[in-house]
Nanobody, 123 residues
Framework: QAPLVETGGGLVQAGGSLRVSCTTS????????LGWFRQAPGKEREFVAA????????YYADSVKGRFTMSRDNSENTVSLLMNGLKPEDTAVYYC????????????????WGRGTQVTVSS
């Protein structure tokens, strides 16, 4: 599968908002559920959020529930993660990937991993 491409990371103060997006560089992933993961320095990669193929259902990690919102636009082959109320512990490289299973928190069931985008939240 062609890798997904993440964009939109940056530096933001605690309490601020940021949107990261993900697009396909080639083959569309409209028939896949999509997920966001993140990895902080020295830590394991962790699940953040997932969305089903049609975009009608989402699933979030407890740590981001109520603060992050995931959406997708299949006509544009994009998926976004709107992050509100950011905390320093949200600092990480954020990755998107695709899966045939929804929802799943297992990163080994995802494909099309991109290079990620850095999100840094200052205190």
């Amino acid at each position: 599968q062609a890798p997904l491409v993440e964009t939109g990371g940056g530096l933001v103060q605690a309490g601020g908002s940021l949107r990261v997006s993900c697009t396909t560089s080639g083959r569309p992933y409209n028939n896949y559920a999509l997920g966001w993961f993140r990895q902080a320095p020295g830590k394991e990669r962790e699940f953040v959020a997932a969305i089903n193929r049609s975009g009608t259902s989402t699933y979030y990690a407890d740590s981001v529930k109520g603060r992050f919102t995931m959406s997708r636009d299949n006509s544009e082959n994009t998926v976004s993660l709107l992050m509100n109320g950011l905390k320093p512990e949200d600092t990480a490289v954020y990755y998107c990937a695709a899966t045939t299973i929804f929802p799943t928190l297992r990163d080994d069931l995802y494909v099309g991993w991109g290079r990620g985008t850095q999100v840094t939240v200052s205190s």
